[in-house]
């Protein structure tokens, strides 16, 4: 059986395309910032398309990835370098399945899953807790852009040197990276963007030298067939996964890659997709109130990637009329999140009390609030009529029965002319 793959392999191996060079890197090179130049730049937008980067947190190789907008968290999330010590094999010749004995040998571990996590991760003493147990959607989401960007990390090392220093030499010829992105179940999914075929796209060889940085960035560009994502999947309402798969040789008869090669992930090497969206942020309602000389006013705000993802912090309301008002007039009261637990796609709501000195006329309402990578501000505007505060430009009610009544006693008590 052993002599039996090892043929196989080499029969695949003999059927590699050509390669193309590429450096390996020491830490994240391409697509590492939010405000970075490739992704959106410097500066906060307001309106039209913003790219958010949607990072795969690994505590286990062996388990799906919870996906966020959320860095890895430096001493918390270290490279894992997790070693696949087992080759990938997998036949699709179908021979024997009519039968009910199917031949076809799957040895396919190198199937990454990174699913979609609206809510954060917490460090315990016990490990990690993933607050996203409701996986859907807060709103749909607009894809703004043909292909979407996926980065992996691998290296072809062996078995690294205890003390730290560099790993042995290794070679990986003819590395690819496949993904796709899709809602519903893997077993039945329904795509919403797909890189090219693996026997259709690039490839490079990893080469590892002691003394040399030795961790590949792999990119997939997957194409987006669908341009929206619905807010509940057509199958069972989980968001939607972004499935990864490394590979040497993929084709639609066989799977194959060697044995010895590592993924890389943490704060240097980050596992993420670059989302491209056309405004994540939106306003639910805007209520204005009048109790006496103060207005409530309240905003419904609502992230369509999870409540975490919009940053309170930058939350900023401006009233004017005549003139706009201090900041002494305006008072953040309170900011309701989700009441059932933070891992959940559900509006929040911001509720300030505005005091005017002397109200009249209309008033405007601006409110901002941006998302928590800081590139998409939401804008939210209304006005309020504010009627002219009784005893602005006239006297009250009671003033005026005084003046009415001190007139009176004076006419009574004017002396009569004969």
Not at 101 to 108: I, K, S, W
Not at 166 to 181: D, I, K, S
Not at 263 to 291: A, C, N, Y
């Amino acid at each position: 059986m052993r002599y039996a793959l090892a043929a196989t392999a080499l029969m695949l191996v003999a059927a590699m395309p050509t390669v193309t060079a590429q450096e390996p890197v020491d830490q994240c090179s391409r697509q590492c910032d939010p405000h970075g130049t490739d992704v959106n730049g410097p500066g906060t937008k307001a309106a039209g398309n913003v790219n958010v980067i949607m990072y795969a947190h690994y505590e286990d190789i062996l388990q799906p990835a919870p996906l966020n907008t959320v860095p890895p968290e430096p001493g918390h999330e270290t490279d894992l370098r997790g070693r696949f010590i087992m080759p990938i094999l997998v036949t699709k010749t179908g021979a024997g399945c009519q039968v009910g004995q199917c031949l076809d040998v799957r040895f396919d571990n190198n199937k990454f899953q990174w699913s979609f996590c609206p809510g954060t991760i917490e460090f315990t003493a016990k490990g990690w807790r993933t607050l996203c147990h409701a996986r859907q959607l807060g709103a749909p989401l607009e894809l703004g852009a043909a292909s979407i960007p996926v980065y992996f990390y691998l290296s072809a090392n062996t078995v690294p040197i205890d003390d730290g220093s560099a790993p042995r030499a290794g070679v990986m010829p003819n590395v690819g990276l496949y993904a796709r992105l899709f809602q519903g179940a893997r077993e039945k999914p329904l795509i919403v963007a797909e890189a090219a075929p693996p026997q259709a796209a690039g490839s490079t060889t990893l080469v590892v030298v002691p003394g040399r940085p030795s961790v590949y960035e792999l990119r997939a560009d997957m194409r987006v067939v669908r341009p929206t994502i619905d807010e509940e999947t057509a199958n069972d309402g989980r968001g939607f996964t972004v499935e990864v798969l490394p590979y040497q040789v993929h084709t639609t008869v066989a799977e194959f890659a060697q044995a010895d090669w590592r993924v890389h992930t943490g704060p240097k090497f980050p596992p993420r997709m670059i989302l491209p969206l056309v405004e994540p942020l939106s306003v639910e309602k805007q209520t204005v109130e009048r109790e006496g000389p103060t207005l409530h006013y309240a905003v419904t705000a609502l992230d369509a990637l999870g409540s975490y993802d919009l940053d309170a912090s930058t939350a900023r309301l401006r009233v004017s009329g005549e003139r706009e008002l201090p900041e002494s007039a305006i008072e953040l009261v309170h900011v309701r999140r989700s009441t059932d637990h933070d891992g959940a796609s559900r509006p929040v709501t911001f509720y300030y009390d505005v005091v005017p000195e002397r109200p009249s006329g209309n008033l405007s309402f601006e409110f901002r609030v941006r998302n928590g990578q800081g590139t998409f501000e939401l804008v939210a505007t209304t006005t309020f009529e504010f009627a002219r505060l009784e005893g602005a430009n006239v006297l009250p009610s009671w003033g005026l029965l005084v003046v009415v009544g001190a007139l009176a006693c004076v006419a009574f008590l004017r002396p009569r002319v004969a």
